[in-house]
Antibody, heavy 118, light 105 residues
Framework: EVQLVESGGGLVQPGRSLKLSCAASGFTFSNYYMAWVRQAPKKGLEWVATISTSGSRTYYPDSVKGRFTISRDNAKSSLYLQMNSLKSEDTATYYC???????????WGQGASVTVSS | DTVLTQSPALAVSPGERVSISCRASEGVNSYMHWYQQKPGQQPKLLIYKASNLASGVPARFSGSGSGTDFTLTIDPVEADDTATYFCQQSWNDITFGSGTKLEIK
């Protein structure tokens, strides 16, 4: 069974940093692109980052480019999201997701809550 | 960015057929996917590449469309289908629709 378990969320002050982790199991992690998707309270879904199988290619929307960094450790079947210069509008539940054919998010974790507030 | 437009909400009775639409601001070929999100849960993939049923998803769910207009159909609707349904395109980067909240009367 595919499992994705996020950790590292919490309350952080504006301008500070936070790193999320996602532990994967039940599939060959190194064969899959991976992504982070966030959902602000009572809002829709927003794609945050994508990383290729080797980690050599990363992709971001403009809203987080230059502030967030996605990375992975295939030996540990783990995905990471380093978030710097956090803003109140980054407050959301952050989901990690495996990406299948055509960049579909075919499995999702339960999410990690991040609150940016002073 | 490719903007995906969905109706905010729908209400139907059990046993009926419901169609949820998603319109893209530009063509996305067939790279449209659908997710179901129940309250307090993570999203779940239902349909990928417009019309392909994801593993384990009941055949009551189906998808259609290409280019800019896409539809998710549930037939027949069951009480357990109460959820918000999101479309997502992956032809031009990745964007999601704002979601359609489905209420079962």
């Amino acid at each position: 069974e595919v499992q994705l378990v996020e950790s590292g969320g919490g309350l952080v002050q504006p301008g500070r940093s936070l790193k999320l982790s996602c532990a994967a199991s039940g599939f060959t992690f190194s064969n899959y692109y991976m992504a982070w998707v966030r959902q602000a309270p009572k809002k829709g879904l927003e794609w945050v980052a994508t990383i290729s199988t080797s980690g050599s290619r990363t992709y971001y929307p403009d809203s987080v480019k230059g502030r967030f960094t996605i990375s992975r450790d295939n030996a540990k079947s783990s995905l990471y999201l380093q978030m710097n210069s956090l803003k109140s509008e980054d407050t959301a539940t952050y989901y990690c997701a495996s990406m299948g054919i055509s960049y579909v998010m075919d499995a999702w974790g339960q999410g990690a809550s991040v609150t940016v507030s002073s | 960015d490719t903007v995906l437009t969905q109706s905010p909400a729908l209400a139907v009775s059990p046993g009926e057929r419901v169609s949820i639409s998603c319109r893209a601001s530009e063509g996305v070929n067939s790279y449209m996917h659908w997710y179901q999100q129940k309250p307090g849960q993570q999203p779940k993939l239902l349909i990928y590449k417009a019309s392909n049923l994801a593993s384990g998803v009941p055949a009551r769910f189906s998808g259609s469309g290409s280019g800019t207009d896409f539809t998710l159909t549930i037939d027949p609707v069951e009480a357990d289908d109460t959820a918000t349904y999101f479309c997502q395109q992956s032809w031009n980067d990745i964007t999601f629709g704002s979601g359609t909240k489905l209420e079962i009367k």
